[in-house]
Structure formats: C-alpha cells, structure tokens
C-alpha cells in the first residue's frame, strides 16, 4: 500500500473505542460512587451533588469542572460512537452475503450483543438525562432541584426502575466485553494468562458497575431508600 | 538419434517394449576433483549483464520448495519471471505436506558430519544409482539453506542456549537434520511462498496461480514457452519466454492413492517429455511403511505418519487367518507373528523402508491382514504400543508421540493407546523424473527441471529429510547460477503468436479439451485414474515382476484405450471444471504408467526403491546388478504408437566405492 | 449412513447461487467429509449433473486448500481442517448445510470455491523479511531465545485456509494478519520492519474489504490450527507502536 497511514486503520478504529470506552469506565465509577451516597440519607446525597458544582472554585466558576468533565465525556461519546458505525458499516459490508446456518462458536452473549446493547445504552443515556440532568422530570410532581427527592421519586414508579434496571444489564453486557477487548486493542493481552486476567477483570467491573448502580434504585423499591 | 549402440543384456526382459538408444552423457559437470565442481561450473557458467536481466523472460512452472524459490531469486536478480501453480496460492504447494526436516552438514553437533559424509549417505542411501557430482553439489549446497532460511524467519526448533537444534533422521548416525516440530515442509514453504510474494510486490514476478501448464512450446529447438489453461475462466493461453523451468513435483499419484496432495500430476512433466525431454529412471519409487490403511473404496489419498512409530511400536499380524477379524486384544501372545522380528532379529521392527513395506505385503498377501476388507482383502498389519506404554508408561509414549496418536485417532476413529494402530505402506516420493545434466537442463535446451520433478540427487532411494534439501538447493543455490550460462545467449528471438510451434501446440491442447468434453461416456474419471492406481500397485508397487509388468502394460493399454472412448466429462470448458483438469492428468499418467512399468521391466536387478521379484538373494534381500545395470534409463518419447527409445547413461564413481548393503 | 446435504450451488462469480438438496445413501463413517462429497460427486456425474465444485490438495490438513461452514460452523464440528473431519462425527439421518466462505474479501468463484488470494496480497505488504538470496548472515550468528522461537513457530502454523475469516461475524482478517505479524515480530529478523509490516499489512486488510476485528474470538474457535488470540493482541500493538513511533 503506498503511503498507508496507521493512523487511518480499522485498528486506529478500535483504538479510539478502546480509549473512550476507558474514558467512561472512569466516568460511571465516579458516578457510582455518588449514587451509592443515597444509602447515607437525603442531606448526604444533595451535599455530595452541591459540592460536585462548587470544585475548583474560586479559581474556576461554578459548575466550571463539571463542565470540564461534562465536555470530555461528549467528545468521547461522539469518538466512540463514531467509530462504532464506522466499523459496523464495515462488518455488514465485509459479510454482504449472509450465510444460511451460522452458529458463532467461541463467542460469548455479550460480544455480540456489543452494537445493539450500546444503542440500547445510547436510548437510555438520552432518557436518563431528560430525567435526571437536562429535563429533570419528576413523574411524581414533586421538587425537580432537590436531587435526592427527585431520586427517590422516580424510582417509586415501578417501570421507571424496570426501565433503569433492563440498562444496566445491558451496561454490564456491554462491560463485560468491552473491558477485555479494549484491553485486547491496547495490546495489554499478548499470552493466555493476561488474558485470562483480563476477561476476570472485564466481569468483575461489569458486575460492580451493574450491581452497583442497581442497588439505589432497588434500595428505593425496597424502602430502604426513603424520602 | 543413432539407435544402434547399444546391446542389451542377454535377458532383456523389456526387449520389445522398447528401443535401444545411443548413450548419454552429462556433458556439464566439469572435468576438476569432485569438491572442486561446482565452483568450477559457478565460475564457468557465463553472467549475465545486470541491465540485460530484465530483457530475459523467464517461466516457472509450481510453486513449491524448488520452484518458489527459484521464482524468488531469479526476481531479485532482476529477471522477468512468470510463475505458476494450479492451487489457489502458491502457499498451497504438497512441499507443506513434509514433516521430518532437512538435512544439511553444519556439523553443529561436532559429530562428524561433513559435506563429503552427507554426500556419502546420499549416494548409498541411493543404493549407487544416483549422479555422484549432482549428489556433491547438494551436499555443499545444504548449509547455504540452512542459513537462508534462518535469515527468513523460518523458526526452526531451538536449544536453550538460543542456537537451532538438530536430531538424527533416517537411520543415519550424524545429527545432521534440522526441523521445526513435524512441519518442516510447512516452515520452509511458507519461508519460500513469502520471499516470492515479496517479488510479486516489487514487480519482478507475476504470479499465475489457478493456471495449469498443459503444453510445452517448443520453437526452432529451443523451450520458449507454455500454454497454460486459467482454471477459472477456462481460456487457453500463451506465455513465451526465453527459458521455461518445471518445478511441478512428482508423479506418484500414477498409484490413485498415495500420499501426494489430489492435484499433483505428471502432466507438465509429461508434455514436456513427449515434447523431447527425457524421463529418467521412472520406475523408481519410495513407499512408506507407516502410513494409515484405506478404509474403503471412497479412500482419496493415504496418510503417513512419521517412521519413528517404529522405534517404539511393534509390528505383528495373527499367525491365523481366523483371527483377523477378532479384536486384537483378544489374541493371545502366541498367536501373533511379530514377523519384522522373526525374519530380521538384528534390526527387527527398525528394517529399512523397503523392507518393512514388502514384509507388510507378503503378510496381507498371506491373507493374514488386519483392518476392514477393500475388495475382498485385509490391507495392514498391527503396530502395537502395549509393551511400550507398559515399559515407559503411558505419559513418556504420549510425550514422544502423542500427536502421531491423535492423528492417527482423528482419521481412524480409533484410541491407539487402547488398541493397536494398523499401518500399511503407501507411495511417497518418486526419485524419478525429468532426465537433467548438472546444469539441471533437460533434453530439451531452454528446459530446465528442479525438485521432484528431476531424477538427480536421489538414485534409486532418497533419505529422510532430503527432499526439502534438494528442492531448497536446486531453487535457491543452483538453477540460478547454472541458468544464466545458457540466458547469456539471450534474449533470443522473439517469436509470434502464430509460430507454427505455439500454432501446434495450442491446437493440442485444445483438441484435447474438446475430446474430454465430447466422448459423453459412462464412465468418471475418478474411477478410471483409480483402477489405473490398482493396476500400478499391484505390479509395478512393492515388488515387481517379469509377468506381473507384463500383465499390467496389457491391462494399461486398454484401460487407457476404453478411457478415450468412454469417459464421461460434464460441464463446459469455459468454467472451473474440475473434472476436465483431471481428465488431462489422468490421461498422461496412462503413458506414464506404462513407461513406469517398461522401465521396471528393463531394470532386472533390485535396488533401492524398485524391487524385481527375480533379483533377490535367498533371504528375499533385494540383490543389486552393478555390472549390468549402473546406469540411468532416460527414456524418449518417440510417439504415440511407438515403443520408447532408452538412452542409458553409465553411472561412474570416482570420489565413492559401491557396496551391497545388508539389514540381517 | 444417510443424509440430507443442502449445498451452496453457484455456476460463476456473476451468476446468482442458491441451496439445492441432496440425499446420499450408504455413507461410511470412515470417509473424510470430502471423501462423502466425491462420492456424491460420483453420483451426480452418473446421473449427468455437474459435479460440485470445492477446493482440496493435501487432505492432511496442512495446505489449506480445504474450507467449507458446515452447518454453521468453519470446517464443521470438530477443531480441525474440512479434510480431516470425518463422518463418524455426524449422525445417520442428519441434514447437513454447506456454505462456501462468506466474505466481501473472499468473492465466490464456483460453487463452494473462494478467491483467497487478498491473503497473498496483505502478505506482499511485508508479510516477510527482506533478505536476498545469498545475502543471509551465518545461521548461528543470531541466537534466539528457545521460548521465543517456539512461540513463533506456534503461531507460523497458521495454513491461511480462511476460517478465521469465515467464522468472523465482523468478516475479519486479524487472525490471519496477526499469526503473520507475530511470527516475524518474535524474531530477531523481523526486527528491521516491524513497523512498515504492520501498517502496510493492516492497510490491504483494510483495502480487501474485510471487517474491523472487535475481539470476539469465534476466529481462535475456529482455528484449525488453535492460533491464539494473543496474535490479536501483538497485531494491536504494533500498530500502536507504528502511530507512536509516527507511521
């Protein structure tokens, strides 16, 4: 190939879903550990949100690292999804012709279920934050600002917290591939053993993450979480 | 050519079979101490002007060790190379298939190896009937391979110190042979197939893979060019060149079954020699002991395992007929025939090739074969591991052979630690082939042949892990030096398209497609190329006789008769059509195949792998003529109808004393 | 044993395929699976259909010639190349479906034949060392760590049958590409154009049409020859390396 580029590759591709993907994993551990602060009371919880908007200042204006962070996380959803079509339009176009039996041997439910799961992931990503960031709608018609009463209100409706719950299976779906084949991409799995670490790894955050964020909402069903 | 030189012997048994012919001489090697040759010729043989290389057009017919390799230099030289192979990728070529290793005299181990010992074993593993100055060179040549190779990347089994390891092979008693686990082949194909697509890339070599070389042209005297078929599209095509070399392999699929991949075929090698080259010492043939039995007659091609079985494994079959059908198990020690023991207590079980092929065929013969009946007899015999797994345990037999043994599983469905393998012999390699001078040059000048597809290195018998060294030798360090003393005469006159040569030619190749796809008979090709497989391994197989020969060219005739007027070839020649190609093949190994057998008629003595049933000592060893029969039989083609005209070339040892071996 | 053979039957690469239906009677369990199909092919030639067209040289499972998804699987059931799996592994009565590989970069020639030569051309992009003939250093001026060259010799097994590629559901060559970069990369002779090989190579797999790889692993299932997905994991860091090092 004259003049080919690493840079313009299938594998620089990856790359950047493999990085970005790293981005959010970052991200949903913080977030996590913020939700779970709803088992520590109502006053906790809103301290804990306030407190989120006033780093960095004086030095940086209000909301200044959320804004930080909140543009970091844009771009890196913008790169992952962008490299997501690509490489699929790629995929459908590699297999044109469908085969009449395929089984896919070797392959676990959460590898391939990486594009629909992240669309679904997408879908809700949009729901959550008309409902708890852009929009912040309470389907009980109580406080909108008081983000703890908001928490608890939406999660009292049961299919809200169905709703929620069905996304973080596919969150943990999604990890769970993910987490081992961003490793993969970075080439930090060249013998069985690293791999073997790596896909333990992939599980274990998968399950964190999942289980984690499950536990407010069921908290809430369950009265543990009250207002 | 002068046909009235010759005298045959008093009991010619091939007397009207054949034409005498005047003598031939190889008339390149040159006149220097054996060591010295091949520098002399390297010196001698005129260069050619790197500026006129790229005006020199050179064909090169399979891909294998020799003819990859061969691709690859001559493109880094800086010729303009054509290459062909009938598989979908050169990568594909049967060199892949070798297990074992290649020898070479390094002498790493520091246990006496020399080039002038390697060269040694070579000659007598050929039981005397190979080129002593062709056998040299290889053996010099053999340590160049080695180092290439390695510069390649072929990853060859290391010790721990970092440095390649070597193991002992074939019986010899130097650790001379390098390897890379059990596919060497594989390692130095691969090595090969991707110096060559690295000139493909660079421009100096088109590669024409899904071709089929199906005539030779020859114009004014001289090998110009090819007509090949694309295999996809069907169309006949014309490629002219100013120097064409076969590197096409072997014919052993003459026998139907061997171990040999489904394409290879004699048919450029055959349309070579009826075009003028000479086919030498076609009769000699290697079969293997170990391979896995045919199940049946859908069986497409055999599989060896490698011999080292034997070192460990013992081979019996029941000492009564009325046991074959029982379970192995259930025959009481005493009612076994350890035969390979009995017959040869010095060597037992480790007998030479040959012999251990032969003793398998007299016990089935016997009607003492174990394993399912293929047209009414049992063809193998027990190799049995129980003593072994009792000796040194079943984790140290797993550890040496345990991927013999799932082979050997996976084919036969069976737990070879549980029940004893069954083996039977089957074709390998043919040392014959295209009759060459040291310079590797045909009959036919501008025609030159390397590999399997020449008769040069091996005499009557090859030693394990020589066919990669020879393939390697002849592609990488030789055919390009001894090439370019006859491409300085180029390039040569260019000829048209509508030279009568490729007029002729072309117009052969094309009535023979629109017979093929015309007789509308009854009758496949398969079962044609499988009852002429048959006829060779019953008469012209193992052991060989006066009438048995006889008998076999008789039934070849017509069968090949019948196969004219009533195969049966469906679908068109503008497609793939794979029975078409192989109506092609199997039509040449018709002529190959009697000519294998009046060659075997003509050679009244055993040597090697061809064994005469009237040429063995009382112990049934085989028993060698040197006074009658040191020579080559390179046989011509002198036409349809006619018998074929033998040129003998006398076999002189200067650097070598012959001697008669013995295995008791 | 009887089956029921659904075939792949396409006459050339411009002409439209479809599944046609066969039964065969009396199959041996003994026979190869391609075995199984000559004598279908014997049947259909008696009865003036033209023989099914399929690849095979060696059938000793090296050349790689073979290749056929057989009910959905590369090369069937069994972890072994098309020529080496045997009917025992079938039942009597079973209805077997045969595909020719499914690839963009692996266009249909005739019936279950493919056109594999994309694998050639990544392999021209530096799937190799440049070395001349003649040119090679003495071949223990270099030692090699044992550990290393049995690596490289592990993953230098791949046969290049396709069946990495045939398994994909992302129609992705990495397998291949990476058994190639990681034989060469574990050498010392590999050394010199570790980076050019790589994206080079990477960038005709990309050209060919085939699919971005995204770790799945039905490749490695598939496998006849068990290349591990670690080649997978070099092949993505010797890109990293080339864009580092500003390829």
Known sequence: MKNARAARTTIALKLGMAVSGFIFIGFVLAHMYGNLKAFAGHDAFNDY??????????????????????????????????????????????????????????????????????????????????NFTIGKINPQGGATNDPYNLLVDTFDVWWLTLIYLVAMVALGLHLNHGVWSAAQTLGWTGNAAKRVRAKRLALALALIVSVGFSLVPLGVLAGIITK | MSHDTVMT?????????????????????????????????????????????????????????????????????????????????????????????????????????????????????????????????????????????????????????????????GG????????????????????????????????????????????????????????ARDMVTGEIQTHLADVVVLASGGYGNVFYLSTNAMGSNVTAAWRAHRKGAYMANPCYTQIHPTCIPVTGTHQSKLTLMSESLRNDGRIWVPKNQADCDKDPRDIPEEDRDYYLERIYPAFGNLVPRDIASRAAKYQCDDGRGVGPEVDGVRRGVYLDFADAIERLGRDAVENKYGNLFDMYARITGEDPYAVPMRIYPAVHYVMGGLWVDYDLQSTIPGLFVTGEANFSDHGANRLGASALMQGLADGYFVLPHTIRDYLADGPFEPIAEDHPAVVEARASVEGRIEHFLTVNGERSVDSYHRELGNIMWEYCGMERTEDGLKKAIDLIRSLKDDFYRNVKVLGSAETLNQSLEKAGRVADFFELGELMCIDALNRRESCGGHFRGESQTEDGEALRHDDEFAYVSAWEWAGEDAAPVLHKEDLVYSAIEMKQRSYK | MNLTLKIWRQPDASSAGAMHTYQLADVS???????????????????????????????????????????????????????????????????????????????????????????????????????NTGSAPEAHSVPVPKEDADRAFNVATCIGCGACVAACPNGSASLFMGAKITHLGLLPQGQPERDERVVNMVAQHDFEGFGGCTNIGACTAACPKEIPLDVISQLNKDLRTAIRHGH
């Open chain 1, 49 to 130: 949100a306030h407190h989120l908007r006033q780093i960095g200042e004086p030095m940086l204006p209000h909301e200044g690292v959320l804004w930080i962070l909140r543009v970091g996380l844009i771009v890196s959803l913008v790169v992952h999804v962008y490299c997501a079509v690509v490489l699929w339009r790629r995929a459908s176009h590699a297999r044109g012709t469908k085969y009449v039996t395929k089984k896919n041997t070797g392959a676990s439910r959460s590898s391939l279920t990486m594009r629909w799961g992240g669309l679904t992931i997408l879908v809700f990503l949009v729901w959550h934050l008309l």
């Open chain 2, 172 to 227: 010899v008693q130097v650790s001379r042979t390098f390897y890379a686990r059990g596919q060497t082949g594989q390692q130095l194909l691969i090595g090969a197939y991707q110096a060559l697509e690295r000139q493909i890339a660079a421009g100096t070599v088109a590669m024409y893979s899904r071709h089929e070389m199906l005539e030779l042209v020859v114009a004014d005297g001289k090998a110009r060019g090819i007509i």
């Open chain 2, 9 to 169: 012997a008093d009991h010619d048994d091939a007397a009207g079979y054949y034409t005498p012919g005047s003598p031939l001489v190889d008339t390149k090697a040159p006149d220097a101490p054996i060591a010295e040759r091949w520098e002399t010729r390297k010196f001698e043989a005129r260069l050619v002007n790197p500026a006129n290389r790229r005006k020199l057009n050179v064909i090169i017919v399979g891909t294998g060790l020799a003819g990859a390799s061969a691709a690859a230099t001559m493109g880094e030289a800086g010729y303009h190379v054509k290459t062909f192979c009938y598989q979908d990728s050169p990568r594909r070529a049967h060199s892949i298939a070798a297990q074992g290793g290649i020898n070479a005299a390094k002498n790493y181990k520091e246990d006496g190896d020399s080039v002038h010992r390697l060269f040694y074993d070579t000659v007598k593993g050929g039981d005397y009937r190979s080129r002593e100055s062709n056998v040299y060179r290889l053996a010099e040549v053999s340590t160049n391979i080695i180092d290439q190779c390695v510069a390649q990347g072929v990853p060859f089994a290391r010790e721990y110190g970092g440095l390649l390891d070597n193991r002992s092979f």
């Open chain 3, 29 to 131: 369990e003994d026979m190869s699976f391609l075995e199984m199909l000559d004598v279908l092919n014997e049947q259909l030639n008696a009865e003036g259909e033209e023989p099914i067209a399929f690849d095979s040289d060696c059938r000793e499972g090296i050349c790689g010639a073979c290749g056929l998804m057989i009910n959905g699987d590369a090369h069937g059931p069994e972890v072994t190349t098309t020529c080496q799996l045997h009917m025992r592994s079938f039942k009597d009565g079973e209805t077997i479906t045969i595909e020719p590989w499914r690839s963009e970069g692996f266009p249909v020639v005739k019936d279950l034949i493919v056109d594999r030569s994309a694998f050639d051309r990544i392999i021209q992009q530096g799937g190799y060392v440049s070395v």
